[in-house]
Structures are given as structure tokens and as C-alpha cells.
């Protein structure tokens, strides 16, 4: 009789998907792949089409603010002028793999095919508070921002270690598992975002006569909601503001920006259709 060594090689545990129920490996959803796909998508907010100005007498494309650039079809350098005009969603993402999807020659239409990835992983940062900026005190935490902060961001959070909470439910919970602090989001240069920001609402003059300091800094946060939740900005007809020169669609720091695709033409009641004066009205 030979005696038999039991093999330390074990294949990993499986775990039924808890949507259709096949056998996968372990994963923080506990959810297949055909299944995350057909309940997250992972491209929201990222535009299915977007415009970009060409010139058929000079052959040449227009990049903003003010550049025209002469690119081969399917060229990098017409692939590169494609993604810029969506940099800002892209960000939330990490891009695998671009390319051109084969059109006919006359066509007016280029189509651009993404891959993309999105982790179910959290970033691990160290802040500060910039009432303590001239301290050597640190907070430790894991946020889900950590693919877009850098050193030196600023960013808006909630301080748990030096509140006092009030709820049965944390009241339970271990201390060690509480965290110290929890970010929200990134915060931007609020005077560069106005500047920058080529659209506008449709309003009444009154509403601003009379509107304080904080009426102002309230509605300038609801202008910055807008930009950055695609949601909320769904059924709000937003235009086109002539007044500021047309720029990329993102600026340096990455600031969420609406893209001129999704802008409406502001056209006034004196001009018909065209831009051209109007007829007059009969009485």
C-alpha cells in the first residue's frame, strides 16, 4: 500500500451569484460579470456623441479655443483631438484601449470605439485640515476620490473624529471601525469655473436684484451641481452663452464641464431661426 500526500493546492472557494446564481469566485458584490453589466454602466455620463467643426475648404479641424489642425482620417492625432472633447467624463474612468471604427469615406460621421475600466477599489489618502495647515496633524482615510486627487487638492468632507454624533446606529459600531474623516468631493477654483463657464439658465432679472451673499453662493452651488451631476442637469434646458469664446470642454485642473453638445442655441425673440431680425408682429 502507498501512501498518498494530500495535495496543499486548493482551488478557491466559489460562491453563488447572488442575481442568477451561477458558481464565481468571491468578489466585494458578490455579483457574476453579466449580471454587473446589466445592472451598472460603468459609461454613464461619458457623451455618445459629440461635434467637432471641419473645414472642407483648408481640410483642417477646428480645436479649441481658437486652433485649426490638419489630420489624416483615423490618425492619433484626429483620435486625440476626438478624446479631448471628452476628457472630464473619461476621468472618472481608466481608458484601456481607443480606436476608430472603419466608416465610409464620404461619410460625415467618425466613430471612436472606448474600452473602458471602472475598480470597485477605494484610494487610501492623508488630509489635512486647513484650520490646521500649520500643524503637523494628519487624518488617514480611504475614499472613493482616489483617482482624482492630487497633492495640494482641496476637498470637502465630513470630520468624525472631532464631532459629536448623535445616532443609536454609529453609537453601536466599534470606534476602530469608525473613520476619521469621510470626503465627499474634490473642490475646484470657484472663480476660475465662472470664468470658464460658457452657458447659462434662463432667468428673470428681479430674482438677482436683491439676492445677498449667501442667496449667491447658494446658486452658484447649484450651477456646480449641474456641471457635475448629469442627473440633475436632465431636464434643465441649458445655452449656449455667446459671450464667452468656445474652449475644450475640460480645463487643467479637470473641473466637471458641461459639453456644447448638450447646450441649446440662445436665440431671442427679435431674430427668427437664422439669427437674422425677425418680421414684425401684427397687432
Known sequence: MEYM???TDRSPGHILCCECGVPISPNPANICVACLRSKVDISQGIPKQVSISFCKQCQRYFQPPGTWIQCAL???????LCLKKIKAPLSKVRLVDAGFVWTEPH???LKVKLTI????TLGEVWVQKTSEMNTDKQYFCRTHLGHLLNPGDLVLGFDLANCNLNDEHVNKMNSDRVPDVVLIKKSYDRTKRQRRRNWKLKELARERENMDTDDERQYQDFLEDLEEDEAIRKNVNIYRDSAIPVESDTDDEGAPRISLAEMLEDLHISQDATG???ASMLT
Open 107 to 109: 461619410s460625415k460621421r
Open 276 to 278: 437674422e431680425e425677425g
Open 117 to 120: 475600466q471602472k475598480e470597485h
Open 74 to 80: 483615423e490618425s492619433r492625432e484626429l483620435l486625440a
Open 5 to 7: 500526500a494530500e495535495s
